[in-house]
């Protein structure tokens, strides 16, 4: 079951002793580095009722708070749905047969994954502008930038799903007299999808995580409104702001890797697929399979 | 075309930055994430619990608002001071922030790499009298290392790619720094934007097929 | 069966974007002026970290560039209410959402500079700010802009207050060799000024007066130094080549100066604040191109 268990043996008397030891010398070190940070903050001041005053009143959450997470979940709702279509368009257009559709597919993919995205946010920030006239382009520019760099990782977990699914699946398909697209539509697509679902879940973590990259550009997200503005609205209260506006994204984030959690066991246990969960592709150009090990690892980097 | 020129060495200058952070950020994230997964795997309850929450915590956490906590809680409050130069401050303050979000991930991918070492190898360590340290360090961790070359890439280029956001950790000296001013002079310039992406893909592309390639080089045959 | 819940989620997503790009289907006004004039909603831009200034407390921003842009506006309106959306319009900001037309106007502590006003512009100025110095109430050791030399001051991002004291003229004034700390922007300066992590806040008096006010009414000890070595002269930031709605600006502070009511603003917001020195009398118009 866990590796824990594979690395020590059950303690005898001993190693009882031993471990009980090790505990309480643990949890001296912990706690000792939790209180030095307590007291560091402590003798800034950082504690006092004053700056964490603002957090316990309607007013700040429905003023600055709330806004901006809505402006955050915004941002992460539209650009969740336009990447999971890039993702499955260029996915399968790069499982095509035709090479002119294939091969510039891979690009897009390769090429948007492999550039920093905080990079080609700032740059479709200042070239709408010259393309299309007038407006305001934060939120554009966030969606935009979260699309392309995620749906690009979704292409990958796409393609990944639907090679995923044995190869029987589809020659039987094709045996009894399907078409191309019935046998993708109708045999590979539906098990792929059971497969790719966590590996899809945990990379809308991640771009739920990336609205944050807004702030730089100044979209009204949570970060912009909860640790910019509000700061400046209470003086003092910089970093309670920032320790509260971490724990609401923290929880945030957690709710959906907790879904996705749920969603793995279950598509586990499900029997309605023939292929193995997909692993998240990563972030940039190393082949991986499905059996390539590390797939909680990349959850969620950038 | 001419801005590139003109400003190339501006924005050269600021890749710099995001190559000397990487490498710092590299280096420490890889030996803090190893201490992160001794612990995760560790016999001691304790230790257990304070990596996976460490781990949950920074991994959820976005980078922006980890760089932040970075400058503002561990520099700025708990007084932790690397220079007496700011800038040369700010540059380590954001590395250590990098380094911080990035162990965590490199914790996860070494945990599911000793998923990956058989049952067997750690029974066989145990067997022959070796401690839980001495079997992690010379039998588990070895093959676990081997088995995510590659992961452990894919979570160096995403770090190489994270160095721009400096800026949130208080360091304005970085290639997104520099192309922020340089486009708030200029607008939005094609070339400029172009040349700093393929700086950047001339650097992730390598690494990802060098730890390709030494993933299946190293690769444990079993 | 999950392949159609797929396709529908496509589906919706097609009729997204279109929702999208269906929107901006505004009346379009050649200039700002006749937008206000015809009843339209004029997008506002203001700053909403600085306190005394534009400051985001609920629904709208408030400060003296808030009631400054109200009274501008009602103004140009021959006395009536304009209808306003504000914007957050930082530093970094300013030219391209004017060039962007993501705002109308700008009232945002823009001060009037030649490599401004070659992509912006200016009506006013309508009030002069001097850059001035702030330090911590019990720092001795700091009283004119000079002993900056090897102090730490603040460089927040996207202004360039700080070069007015590290570099020489032309770009800079006083050369001399401070040490810059990186900072978001200047409320996270104030932050560090604070906390001791350094030494002196370097920007617009008004700027620093409101966070001066601002900490001495929760506790914060700030001095302004009162040793003003520039002038800064606030605009109000237009489109580049809006001489029209430019001129009407400029007649309507004009009047706000003759009726009293800029002088009273002033007071309101800055009033009794050690050191600051208002304007007293309307700054000379620049002249609108």
């Not at chain 2, 950047?200 to 730890?211: D, H, I, K, Q, R």
């Not at chain 3, 957050?88 to 106007?105: K, M, W, Y």
Request: glycine share 10%; with cysteine; proline share 5%.
């Amino acid at each position: 079951m866990s590796t824990t268990s594979v690395l020590f043996d059950a303690p005898g008397p001993r190693a009882r002793v031993r471990n009980g030891l090790l505990t309480v010398v643990s949890i001296i070190a912990v706690g000792a580095v939790l209180y030095g940070i307590y007291r560091g903050f402590d003798a800034k001041g950082q504690w006092e009722g004053r700056i964490w005053e603002p957090f316990i009143r309607w007013e700040t959450w429905d003023v600055y708070i709330i806004p901006g997470l809505i402006g955050t979940l915004r941002a992460a709702a539209v650009a969740a749905v336009l990447a999971l279509v890039f993702g499955a368009v260029f996915g399968l257009a790069r499982l095509s047969d035709h090479a002119w559709i294939r091969v510039p597919a891979g690009l897009v993919v390769e090429v948007f994954r492999a550039i920093p995205l905080l990079l080609l946010i700032f740059f479709i920030f200042y070239l709408l502008p010259t393309v299309m006239g007038g407006g305001d382009y934060a939120f554009i520019a966030v969606v935009l930038g979260l699309t392309l760099y995620n749906g690009s990782v979704l292409a990958e977990v796409v393609r990944a799903g639907v090679l995923s699914v044995p190869k029987g699946q589809s020659e039987a398909a094709y045996a009894v007299g399907m078409r191309k697209n019935q046998v993708m539509r109708l045999v590979l697509l539906p098990q792929a999808v059971t497969a790719m679902m966590p590996a899809i879940v945990s990379q809308l973590v991640v771009l739920l995580k990336d609205t944050a990259l807004g702030y730089i550009i100044a979209y009204v997200d949570l970060l912009n409104t909860g640790f910019k503005i509000l700061p400046a609205a209470f003086f003092g209260s910089l970093i309670p702001a920032a320790i509260v506006i971490g724990v609401i994204y923290v929880a945030l984030n957690m709710a959906l890797s907790a879904f996705a959690t749920w969603l793995e066991k279950r598509s586990r246990r499900s029997r309605k697929t023939a292929a193995p969960p997909v692993a998240p592709p990563g972030p940039a150009a190393v082949p991986m399979g499905p059996a390539t090990p590390g797939r909680t690892a990349l959850e969620g980097m950038e | 075309m001419d801005e590139l020129i003109q400003y190339g060495p501006f924005l050269a200058e600021g890749f710099l930055e995001n190559i000397k952070l990487a490498l710092v950020a590299g280096v420490i994230s890889l030996i803090f994430g190893t201490v992160l997964v001794s612990m995760r795997v560790s016999p001691t309850p304790v230790l257990r619990a304070a990596g996976t929450i460490y781990v949950n915590v920074v991994r959820n956490t976005p980078l922006t608002l980890v760089l932040a906590f970075s400058a503002l809680g561990l520099s700025d409050t708990l007084g932790l001071t690397f220079s007496t130069v700011p800038r040369v401050n700010s540059f380590w303050v954001v590395g250590l922030g990098l380094a911080a979000y990035t162990s965590a991930f490199v914790c996860e991918a070494l945990r599911s790499g000793i998923n990956t070492v058989p049952l067997g190898q750690a029974e066989a360590a145990r067997s022959i009298g070796l401690t839980f340290m001495q079997s992690l360090t010379l039998i588990i961790l070895p093959q676990a290392f081997r088995s995510v070359i590659a992961p452990l890439g894919s979570v160096m280029i995403a770090m190489i790619k994270n160095t721009t956001v400096a800026t949130a950790g208080g360091y304005l000296a970085d290639a997104a720094a520099n192309m922020k001013e340089v486009f708030d002079t200029t607008g939005a310039s094609i070339p400029i934007f172009l040349g700093i992406v393929l700086a950047f893909m001339a650097v992730t592309l390598p690494v990802g097929y060098f730890t390709g390639w030494l993933a299946r080089r190293l690769a444990v045959v079993r | 069966m999950r392949f159609r819940r797929l396709s529908a989620a496509v589906g919706a997503a097609g009729l997204l974007v279109a929702g999208l790009a269906a929107c901006g289907g505004d009346k379009t006004y050649a200039t700002v002026l006749e937008k206000v004039q015809d009843g339209g909603t004029v997008v506002v831009g203001t700053k909403w970290d600085q306190p005394s200034l534009g400051l985001k407390k609920g629904a709208e921003p408030e400060g003296f560039d808030v009631d400054v842009a109200k009274a501008v506006l009602k103004e140009m309106n021959g006395g009536k209410d304009v209808q306003i959306t504000w914007k957050e319009s930082a530093s970094s900001n300013r030219e391209p959402f004017l060039q962007n037309g993501t705002v109308d106007i700008i009232f945002a502590t823009y001060s009037i500079t030649e490599a401004r006003k070659q992509k912006v512009t200016f009506g006013g100025p309508y009030v002069v700010a001097h850059q001035d110095v702030m330090v911590r109430g019990n720092d001795t050791s700091i009283s004119t802009p000079q002993d900056l030399k090897g102090k730490r001051i603040c460089k927040a991002a996207g202004s360039n207050s700080y070069k007015r004291i590290t570099d020489p003229p032309p770009d800079g004034q006083l050369d001399l060799d401070a040490q810059l700390v990186d900072a978001a922007n200047y409320s996270e300066c104030v932050q560090k000024l604070q906390g001791n992590n350094l030494d002196a806040v370097t920007t617009d008096d008004l700027i620093l007066a409101g966070f001066a006010k601002q900490a001495a009414a929760s506790g914060g000890q700030f001095k302004v130094l009162g040793q003003p070595f520039t002038d800064e002269k606030y605009g109000v930031g237009l489109k580049k080549g809006d001489t029209k709605t430019c001129e009407a600006v400029n007649a309507a502070i004009k009047k706000l100066w003759d009726n009293g009511t800029m002088k009273q603003l002033q007071e309101k917001w800055f009033g009794g604040i050690q050191g600051l020195k208002l304007t007293e009398s309307a700054p000379p118009a620049e002249g609108c191109a």
